[in-house]
């Protein structure tokens, strides 16, 4: 009998270790100073091809708008006056940054909570290649300084990780979440309300990544097993985050770089590594307020708490049926 016990409370422990993967709520630490905004995030990552995002959870999601102010490409917001991007999106606009300018604190595209900044200028990575799309990154200068009093606004956290473990953050097979408002299928048209869509981070060398990565310690890929969910043309830019549970805050992974069409099973979405650029950043962006945060220690720190829970919990009950 007490064996049989012990096993049921074992299978209901490594039952709520796997399903509490797919939490729904993702509260966020408000006195943070990067990486939570007004709202927590609600995913159901159990829903194909993405959904709204709810309204304020997301405050450092940029729309670009081009010069007639159509939605072209997302961003997020690092410092008050620095936006990240992915270079292909601004490639044309270089030397005429003062034809673009950004939307933020909105949730729709044209919703009238949303604040619009003009840039100054646009710094792209100096080995960026549009032929490969290597060092896809840039940044936005803007014009005036965002002011972080209004809540409908936040600065996305940046991951801090030592050279080493530089080209294995994101972690393989951890779950990762786009946002944007890009067209919800292949050749379709724009979503008016900002979209978040929840993927897996895939191992460099499977089929549906190394088909077209070029450069896994720059580069990396997420997807969902069978397809169905993706990003897509007009999210290029925005990013792809990490919910980093001992912080409770939003760590940006990735930006949105390439993929084949959208969502098809045998390719996988191809994104810029983050944890590679941040002295680059730094060095553009000086003292403005970027935040980092810590990273790989986080994962290590989940993993040795679990497995220590578990230790403790086993201990436990044999010593309650044992003695
Ligand atoms: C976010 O979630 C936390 C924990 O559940 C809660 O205390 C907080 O009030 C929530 N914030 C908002 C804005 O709903
Ligand atoms: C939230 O962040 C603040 C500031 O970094 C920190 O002092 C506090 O302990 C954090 N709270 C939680 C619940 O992690
Ligand atoms: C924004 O666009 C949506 C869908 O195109 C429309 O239903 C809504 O009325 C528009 N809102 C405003 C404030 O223009
Ligand atoms: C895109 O929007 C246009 C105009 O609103 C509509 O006629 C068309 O059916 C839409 N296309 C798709 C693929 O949803």
Sequence with gaps: MPHR???????????????????????????????????????????????????????????????????????????PRYVLTAAHCVEDYIFSANLLSIVIGSNLLNGTDGQRFTLSGIISHPSYNPRTKENDIAIL????????????????????VTPTEQSQYPIVTKQVVAIGWGHTTFKGNLSNSLQQVTVKTVASKESKCKVYIRNTNLQFCAAVNGGGKDTCQADSGGPLMFYSKSEQVWVLAGITSYGHQCALPDY????????????????????????????????????????????????MILNRFYY
């Design 5 to 79: 016990r012990i096993l049921v409370v074992l299978l209901l422990f490594v039952y709520l270790q796997i399903f509490s993967v797919d939490a729904t709520l993702f509260p966020c630490n408000t006195t943070f100073s990067c990486g939570c905004s007004r709202a927590n995030a609600s995913i159901n990552a159990r829903i194909v091809g993405g959904e709204v995002a709810v309204d304020h959870s997301w405050g450092w999601a940029v729309s670009i708008r081009s010069y007639f102010g159509n939605h072209f490409c997302g961003g997020m917001i690092i410092s």
């Design 141 to 160: 200068q803007l014009s005036s300084a965002i002011d972080f009093k209004n809540d409908n606004v936040a600065k996305i956290c940046l991951p801090n």
């Design 268 to 315: 996988a979405g191809v994104y810029t590594r983050t944890s590679a650029y941040i002295s680059w950043i730094q060095s553009v962006v000086g003292n403005d307020g970027i935040v980092t945060v810590q990273q790989s220690k986080a994962v290590i720190h989940h993993r040795v708490s679990y497995f220590l829970t578990f230790v403790v919990f086993s201990l």
